[in-house]
């Protein structure tokens, strides 16, 4: 078995065909370094988008009432990360990539009954690790996992970040790469000021204040998962390749 990273790609990293070919290119870059490399996808786009989330759960609500349960909400919801991971099957393997795809419940992601913000319980990794010994690529419908007793969940909003570290923990992954539509971790929220800038490195503690006070471009759930597996991981923009990011750590004082 190889090195193993875990690249996840947010949902205007797979909004169009264009954008996906990007992601795929960040992957193949990984794969030629010689990394295995999960690759977490979120659902396609944004509100407006046919597949997104806020498209589906539109479908089912009125005035913000839904006649679904918490439980058939979450099978609607978990469907639009099943597009994706299908669509980027197919649009690996016209590049001739080694892929195999999966969903959260095939590749372990086993959660606790909490619809729409179930808490991961654990992974159990086998069903990647098969799948490792003949593809360079496992693809991995973020967000989602199943109940013991085989019910769909998911994480809640944002949840794809959790998948990735999760995954990542039990994978003992070398690293996992949030990659997204901004450089990386910011002082500030670039869409309210434009003149925010990347914070190279963070500390886990300092991620997760900054996440759970409201930077929802990392899930802090994600954040406590890498920082107890002590797994590094870097938050990147998918369009810009020369872009460092921004990589949380162990200790800020450990890097010079
Ligand atoms: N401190 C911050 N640093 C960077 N981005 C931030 C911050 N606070 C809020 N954001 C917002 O988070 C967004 C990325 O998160 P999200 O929309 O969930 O992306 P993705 O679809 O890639 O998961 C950015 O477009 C940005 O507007
Ligand atoms: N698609 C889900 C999960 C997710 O993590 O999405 P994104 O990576 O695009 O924030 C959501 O919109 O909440």
Do not use: W
Not at 107 to 123: E, K, M
Not at 176 to 188: A, E, L
Request: net charge neutral.
């Amino acid at each position: 078995m190889g090195k193993i990273i875990v690249q996840k790609f947010g949902g205007t990293s797979v909004q169009n065909h264009s954008a996906r070919d990007l992601a795929l290119d960040h992957v193949q870059a990984a794969v030629d370094q010689g990394y295995q490399v999960v690759m977490v996808v979120s659902a396609m786009g944004r509100k407006g988008d046919p597949y997104a989330t806020d498209s589906l759960l539109n479908l089912v609500s009125e005035n913000h009432q839904t006649q679904l349960t918490a439980q058939e909400l979450d099978q609607l919801m978990a469907t639009g990360e099943l597009i994706s991971m299908s669509v980027m099957v197919n649009q690996a393997r016209q590049r001739k990539m080694k892929v195999a795809g999966l969903t959260g419940a095939q590749a372990g992601v086993i959660t606790n009954y909490d619809y729409q913000s179930a808490l991961v319980d654990h992974v159990d990794p086998k069903a990647i690790l098969t799948a490792f010994q003949t593809v360079d690529v496992v693809i991995v419908a973020g967000f989602q996992g199943v109940t013991t007793d085989g019910h769909v969940t998911t994480l809640g909003r944002g949840g794809s970040d959790t998948s990735a570290t999760a995954i990542g923990a039990a994978l003992n992954a070398c690293f996992v790469d949030i990659f997204t539509d901004v450089n990386g971790v910011m002082n500030r929220d670039p869409k309210q000021d434009p003149s925010a800038q990347v914070i190279p490195f963070l500390t886990y503690t300092e991620m997760v204040r900054m996440a759970e006070n409201g930077a929802k471009v990392v899930h802090p759930r994600a954040v406590k998962i890498a920082m107890n597996a002590e797994i590094p991981f870097r938050v990147r923009s998918t369009y810009r390749v020369t872009e460092q990011g921004c990589t949380i750590i162990g200790s800020s004082r450990l890097i010079k």
